[in-house]
């Protein structure tokens, strides 16, 4: 839609209170609901918001080193008109997703939206496009009263009974985010205890975002109605499993009719463009899990032999490899499975992107692809094999995405560097906090 398309919309609906959603570094999402009365000017005006607000980070603390802080000014929160949609679950209530503009309304490197959009344009100047779809998993807890959170069933692996006992939750979700234009191709029951796993469907870069973050929204209000809370953190209890959220890719022309990263033959598993990006990815999969993996809890997830992956490999329906093509014939699309719901998505798709565009413009080889489980090798074993690991710890990720030229040419030097900031600030309080685990061991120990 164009914005004359979606004032007629706003009318049309009966809409009186309309959400400008933009997301932060750390991938919150964050609004103001303007009025009707302010609709006429919304395209033009946006809605303020200060520069400070970008360097914030999860406690809620302003990064030390920001640049942008008090004295710096406001940017404008620029409705994008192909993200509208009515909230079905809130009384005469739209969203629109925004691009982060300067205070003339130009265009502004600290956007993240901006940033995928223009990565997105050098690859159409190639004759390539992208087509993308998000698998995120969560947990659907029950508060116990006691400020932790028991799991809201036990239900086993994609049993019946699984997706049978909260029924009327995921039909509630799966038929408000169709009326919003969010269409969820698959939900199940996933491995742990209360663990679900959702897909929902490929589309072009821009859209599956705002799909991946309208499912979260919607999941998690949802469910907040209901009486639990839906939780997508990486590793919430050391005895369960960790949530994950998987990236499925493919290669396309400019137009979006011949796929490009699929083999011709059965026997040819990707084209060799789709194994360049592929090779891309694995070259700067260290800096991928920085942008994708970005909390110190991410790194408990990554463990060998967990389901998740920690070494930087590939396979053909290996579910223990960094990158997993689902299979040969028609399902040869690639699987970049490090990430977790903690990313900005925008920030975490531009840089996969970027890596991508690396191996195709450098044609940049993968080594051969992986048969067994890689988590249940030795250390040994995987270094004769020539198989590294994923970084092992927050810091290492983002040491390794400071470094990575070509993933902070693609994001810009204000969002790498305050990206950064922000992360390592958080990382910095964890460093600090005496955490439970240390008092029960410790107190009357030592």
């Not at 396309?252 to 083999?263: F, V």
């Not at 992360?423 to 910095?428: P, T, V």
């Not at 439970?436 to 009357?444: A, D, F, H, T, V």
């Amino acid at each position: 839609m164009d914005k004359q398309e979606v004032q007629n919309r706003l009318k049309s609906d009966s809409i009186e209170h309309l959400w400008v959603i933009w997301h932060d570094y750390s991938g919150r999402s964050c609004t103001k609901t303007v009025s009707k009365s302010g609709f006429p000017r919304i395209f033009e005006k946006g809605v303020v918001f200060a520069k400070a607000d970008l360097d914030f980070n999860l406690e809620d603390h302003m990064a030390p080193g920001s640049i942008f802080t008090a004295e710096t000014g406001d940017f404008l929160a620029v409705p994008d008109p192909s993200s509208y949609a009515p909230i079905p679950y809130r009384d005469a209530t739209a969203r629109m997703h925004a691009y982060l503009r300067a205070e003339d309304g130009s265009k502004w490197e600290a956007c993240p939206r901006t940033q995928l959009q223009r990565i997105l344009e050098v690859y159409n100047a190639q004759g390539l496009s992208v087509r993308v779809s998000f698998e995120p998993e969560f947990i659907l807890f029950v508060p116990n009263g006691e400020g932790e959170f028991e799991p809201a069933d036990t239900d086993l692996m994609f049993t019946v009974t699984g997706l049978d006992r909260h029924y009327s939750l995921w039909q509630d979700i799966i038929n408000n985010l169709l009326s919003m234009g969010v269409t969820v191709e698959q939900l199940g029951k996933e491995y742990g205890p209360g663990q679900y796993e959702a897909t929902t469907r490929h589309d072009l870069p821009l859209k599956a975002v705002d799909d991946y973050l309208t499912f979260k929204e919607v999941v998690r209000a949802l469910a907040r109605e209901a009486g639990w809370v839906a939780s997508f953190m990486p590793k919430p209890y050391a005895h369960l499993p960790g949530s994950g959220l998987h990236l499925h890719l493919s290669l396309w022309d400019a137009d979006g009719k011949q796929e490009l990263s699929m083999g011709n033959k059965d026997d040819e598993i990707l084209s060799p463009q789709g194994l360049n990006f592929l090779g891309g990815l694995l070259s700067h999969a260290p800096a991928l899990a920085g942008a994708g993996s970005p909390i110190v809890n991410s790194y408990k997830r990554l463990l060998p032999g967990s389901w998740s992956p920690a070494h930087i490999c590939w396979g053909i329906g290996n579910r223990a490899a960094l990158i997993r093509i689902p299979s040969l014939h028609r399902r040869r699309h690639i699987e970049f499975r490090s990430g977790d719901n903690a990313c900005n998505p925008f920030i975490f798709l531009t840089s996969v992107l970027a890596a991508g565009l690396d191996g195709i413009s450098n044609q940049i080889e993968p080594p051969a692809p992986v048969n067994d489980d890689v988590g249940h090798i030795s250390t040994d074993e995987a270094k004769e094999r020539g198989l590294e690991f994923l970084p092992r710890s927050l810091p290492e990720a983002l040491e390794a995405f400071e470094n990575d030229r070509i993933i902070n040419g693609a994001l810009g030097s204000v969002i790498s560097q305050e990206f950064i900031k922000v992360k390592r600030s958080e990382l910095a309080a964890y460093d600090l906090n005496v955490h439970p685990w240390e008092r029960q061991i410790y107190l009357e120990s030592i």
